[in-house]
């Protein structure tokens, strides 16, 4: 919700904030320079704006990982070391990575599946699929626990299916 009668400053937590700006740097394609700014809020980088009933707003994009995308090569180093050996180390080098995927393992005796990634516990009158109004009253209240990732290690009936995306039953 923008404030001030600018579209730079918002409303969050009662206060009406200025946004930051992000400079990106430079990008040259096709022989043209040009320079990458962009405005940013708590919840992220805006995408854009639009009109909530006549009223202007600022949308932006909030990502669990945002600004932490570099930690996802926590769990690469790991692989690369060779400090993966097991289905259980694999599941815990899997989970320091920030980012949403479905991860699995095999070796000669064992197979497993860990879904990984920063997974923000949600105000429950949040429609994670819809627009949620950013000023302040529907923050996130943590992220999953580690042990709480669908994960399994040699299922009974030695498969691990992946369908659409979705490991485990009413995991969204």
Not at 43 to 52: A, D, I, L, N, S
Not at 64 to 83: E, I, K, N
Request: aromatic share 10%; net charge positive; charged share 25%.
């Amino acid at each position: 919700t923008l404030c001030g009668g600018s579209r730079t400053k918002y409303l969050y937590q009662g206060r009406c904030r200025s946004m930051e700006t992000f400079d990106a740097g430079t990008l040259t394609a096709g022989g043209k320079a040009q320079r990458l700014r962009f405005r940013r809020t708590v919840h992220g980088p805006v995408v854009g704006y639009g009109r909530v009933a006549s009223r202007e707003v600022a949308v932006s994009s909030k990502r669990s990982s945002y600004g932490r995308d570099v930690v996802d090569q926590l769990f690469y180093a790991d692989l690369f070391r060779s400090r993966v050996n097991s289905p259980q180390s694999f599941i815990r080098s899997a989970l320091k990575s920030p980012q949403t995927f479905n991860s699995f393992y095999v070796d000669h005796r064992n197979i497993a599946l860990v879904t990984t990634g920063r997974l923000p516990i949600r105000d429950p009158d949040v429609d994670p699929a819809l627009p949620t109004r950013g000023t302040g009253e529907y923050e996130w209240d943590g992220f999953l626990a580690d042990s709480k990732h669908p994960q399994q290690i040699n299922p009974k009936d030695s498969s691990i299916v992946n369908w659409n995306n979705r490991s485990a039953a009413k995991f969204t």
